[in-house]
Nanobody, 127 residues
Framework: QVQLVESGGGLVQAEGSLRLSCAAS????????MGWFRQAPGKEREFVAA????????AYADSVKGRFTISRDNAKNTVYLQMNSLKPEDTAVYYC????????????????????WGQGTQVTVSS
């Protein structure tokens, strides 16, 4: 059974930092893109960042560019999201997702391109 388990969320003050982790089990995703999405209360789930299978390509939402960094460690089957200079508007549940298509990075911002999702981790940024 494939599982994605996020960790690292919590409460932080504005301008603070958090590092989210997403550990995959049940299969490896070394040949698959992975991404992070978030959903704030009353809002739709939105794209945050994505990374290609080898880490050579990344994509970010405009709202997080320059503040967030996605990375991966294929030996650990884990993807990370380093979040710096956090803002109250970053408050949301953050979800990890894994693409099921072999070495595909054509539409990393589209949620429907991801076959596997984690349960989410809450990030709350206080002003």
């Amino acid at each position: 059974q494939v599982q994605l388990v996020e960790s690292g969320g919590g409460l932080v003050q504005a301008e603070g930092s958090l590092r989210l982790s997403c550990a995959a089990s049940g299969r490896t995703f070394n040949n698959n893109a992975m991404g992070w999405f978030r959903q704030a209360p009353g809002k739709e789930r939105e794209f945050v960042a994505a990374i290609s299978w080898g880490g050579g390509s990344t994509a970010y939402a405009d709202s997080v560019k320059g503040r967030f960094t996605i990375s991966r460690d294929n030996a650990k089957n884990t993807v990370y999201l380093q979040m710096n200079s956090l803002k109250p508007e970053d408050t949301a549940v953050y979800y990890c997702a894994a693409n099921n298509r072999f070495r595909d990075f054509t539409t990393p911002m589209v949620p429907s391109g991801y076959a596997y999702w984690g349960q989410g981790t809450q990030v709350t940024v206080s002003s």
